[in-house]
């Protein structure tokens, strides 16, 4: 399966976008080494950063398959942007992701581990599984370091809805997810023991107050659609800021799709100038 996404996504991520300079790294974490991939859009020596989460169901993607949608955030937003190369399931069931996500975002706010950016203007993202996984790591960081995460960008996460209309419209592998792989990818994540209560996808069912603004993102042609919706309703009656855009015409992770999709480009284009305007000013 790994293989095949890498192969699939590879030919989306090209031509290279050119940018100041895109680096590998390891962040030297309490839990072992993790690896990142930082990219930088000029030599600013303290940009606001975002750190990124890759997509594809917390069991396949990766930094490489993700190349172009992190290279197209950085060029249009100039942030830095923070690629993280989490652990994925099944090998690696929850918590084991979002515990080494955790780690790098407490890293990266301490300034002292990627140097270039200023902690003081951080935000977090991702598409599908990783827009999941970076509102539980903002949930997180909220009760921890709650002034770490200035920002959230998420396109078409899956965010705890069991049943909805989208899902049986939707249920064909053409647009992007079938049932039986959201099955798959979930009890992959979660594994032989399920977390108490058994809520560890549901983070509609948090407490969302106090979470930093959003740029929530969804495709029309999406099975996972109302999981955007439903999380935008959440965050505004939790007294948030939610900024919520449905892009016509287009399948789960039309994102990869921007060499040829005008849509995938205006929707970076949009959390490009999202993460900007929340992230270049200055720190309070």
Not at 175 to 180: A, H, R, W
Not at 204 to 221: E, M, N, T
Not at 257 to 280: N, Y
């Amino acid at each position: 399966m790994r293989s095949a996404y890498e192969k699939e996504r590879s030919g989306w991520n090209r031509p290279v976008i050119d940018l100041h300079s895109v680096t590998d790294a390891v962040l030297d974490l309490d839990g072992g080494p993790l690896g990142i991939r930082v990219y930088r859009p000029d030599a600013g020596a303290s940009l606001p950063a975002l750190v990124f989460l890759h997509g594809g169901g917390f069991v396949v993607g990766s930094l490489d398959s993700h190349d172009r949608i992190m290279r197209q955030l950085c060029r249009r937003s100039g942030a830095v942007v923070v690629g993280v190369d989490y652990p994925l399931a099944p090998e690696n069931p929850h918590p084991a992701a979002l515990d080494r996500i955790e780690q790098a975002l407490v890293a990266v706010a301490d300034g002292a581990r990627v140097h270039g950016i200023d902690p003081g203007r951080l935000g977090i993202g991702g598409d599908s599984a990783g827009a999941h996984l970076a509102l539980a790591a903002a949930l997180r960081l909220r009760d921890r370091r709650p002034e770490a995460v200035k920002f959230m960008l998420l396109y078409y996460g899956l965010y705890g809805l069991e049943e909805s209309e989208p899902r049986r419209r939707f249920a064909d592998p053409v647009y992007g997810l079938s049932p039986d792989e959201l099955q798959f990818y979930q009890a992959s994540y979660l594994g032989s023991k399920p977390a108490p209560g058994g809520k560890a996808m549901d983070l509609l069912a948090s407490d969302l107050a106090g979470l930093p603004p959003a740029l929530v993102g969804a495709a029309a042609l999406d099975p996972l659609l109302d999981d955007s919706l439903a999380l935008s309703d959440a965050l505004r009656n939790a007294g948030g800021h939610a900024d919520l855009r449905v892009y016509d015409g287009v399948p789960h992770g039309f994102l990869h799709w921007s060499r040829l999709v005008p849509t995938a480009v205006q929707a970076l284009e949009d959390g490009a100038r999202a993460v900007a305007a929340s992230l270049f000013m200055p720190p309070s």
